[in-house]
């Protein structure tokens, strides 16, 4: 199954449409010690939309729920663990999904790890790829799943 996950980070101006927010920023320190500012040790929150197509305004399959954290000092990477929330006449239930997320290759596999309803005891991977990204404040996968 492909899906889209869209991430919409809060920006200050952009609170109607926003699905994600940092909820910890770096401190001094991982500041100091991070090379290229790579954002290490901000934590991001996020209730985000999940399609059926690219386009945001695609039917909306499921909600992801989790968080995020960048936690590479030297590289652009974070650190996912969330949950695929389905409510629709084709899936009900819900499918875990953890793992690093290594942004600069090119695909990356995070693990599944058990469900509920339509994908009780689900396990295996989930590909990622980086299929948009609009400066600091959006950006798409495509996840197969």
Known sequence: MT?????????????????A????????????????DTYFGEIVVFDDPVTA????ASEQVARAQGFYFYDKKDAYDAW??????????????????MGADLMTEKTRD????GGTDDFFMARGVATLWTDTLEGLYYFRLRMDV
Do not use: E
């Not at 995070?110 to 790890?113: A, F, L, M, Q, Y």
């Open 21 to 36: 927010a940092v909820v910890a920023q770096p401190t001094l320190l991982s500041r100091s010690a991070s090379i290229n």
């Open 110 to 113: 995070i693990s599944v790890g």
């Open 3 to 19: 899906l889209y996950y869209h991430d919409i980070l809060y920006d200050g101006s952009n609170n109607a449409n926003a699905t």
């Open 53 to 56: 197509g690219p386009s945001l």
């Open 80 to 97: 996912f663990a969330f949950i695929l929330v389905f409510n629709s006449t084709a899936h009900k239930g819900t499918l875990n999904l």
